[in-house]
């Protein structure tokens, strides 16, 4: 998840933490999202609602690894 939000957030030349504070979200979930923390589905309906993604694509990299 960690590494597609920053990939996104790039792209569309965003910083990661105030998009996460202007989703109501804390900007230290960054922090443990990069350290292999999991995040929930709301979360993630939320960051694919703003970026116009699926939440699968958010679950497609961590799958990727798992493998």
């Known amino acids: ?6 990939k996104l957030c ?3 030349g ?9 989703l109501g979200l804390s ?4 922090k443990r999202w990069q350290d292999g ?7 993630l309906e939320k ?3 703003y970026f116009g993604v699926s939440v699968n694509y958010f679950l497609a990299d961590d ?3 798992r493998t």
Do not use: F, H, M
């Not at 998840?1 to 920053?6: F, G, R, S």
């Not at 900007?27 to 960054?30: E, F, H, V």
């Not at 923390?37 to 979360?43: F, G, K, P, V």
């Open 1 to 6: 998840v960690y590494d597609q939000l920053i």
């Open 10 to 12: 790039k792209e569309r």
């Open 14 to 22: 965003i910083k990661p933490s105030p998009l996460l504070r202007s």
């Open 27 to 30: 900007a230290t979930n960054l």
């Open 37 to 43: 923390s999991t995040i929930n589905s709301d979360i």
């Open 47 to 49: 960051l694919a609602e």
């Open 63 to 65: 799958e990727l690894r």
